[in-house]
């Protein structure tokens, strides 16, 4: 069973700025395309952006395309979400999931087959 414990959730203003990390205790991390979705209170959960096996391929949501960054680190199983000039509609829980799928990049959360506890990202205005 691989597990993805997320951190670096929290309280920031409008304009600020968070790094989430999301840590797998699989050694096959490698080799999975890693996702971040998130959800805020009263809505569906959405697709914020995807990273692929070798890093190589990158893919966001519109919403978030010019301020998001994702990457990963296959050494230190770990995928990021670097979050720039945020905005209070971006307050909702994140989470990070993992595809077993090398090759696809799917922004469908039920193509996903773990997930992290999600972090909660809070922005006020």
């Known amino acids: 069973q691989v597990q993805l414990v997320e951190s670096g959730g929290g309280l920031v203003q409008a304009g600020g700025s968070l790094r989430l990390s999301c840590a797998a205790s699989?050694?096959?991390?490698?080799?999975?395309?890693m996702g971040w979705f998130r959800q805020a209170p009263g809505k569906e959960r959405e697709f914020v952006a995807i990273?692929?096996?070798?890093?190589?391929?990158?893919f966001y949501a519109d919403s978030v395309k010019t301020r998001f960054t994702i990457s990963r680190d296959n050494a230190k199983s770990t995928v990021y979400l670097q979050m720039n000039s945020l905005k209070p509609e971006d307050t909702a829980v994140y989470y990070c999931?993992?595809?077993?799928?090398?090759?696809?990049?799917?922004?469908?959360?039920?193509?996903?087959?773990?997930w992290g506890q999600g972090t909660q990202v809070t922005v006020s205005s």
């Open positions: 999931a993992a595809d077993v799928s090398k090759y696809r990049l799917a922004v469908n959360s039920a193509d996903y087959d773990y």
């Open positions: 990273i692929n096996w070798s890093g190589g391929r990158l």
């Open positions: 699989t050694r096959s991390f490698s080799s999975y395309t």
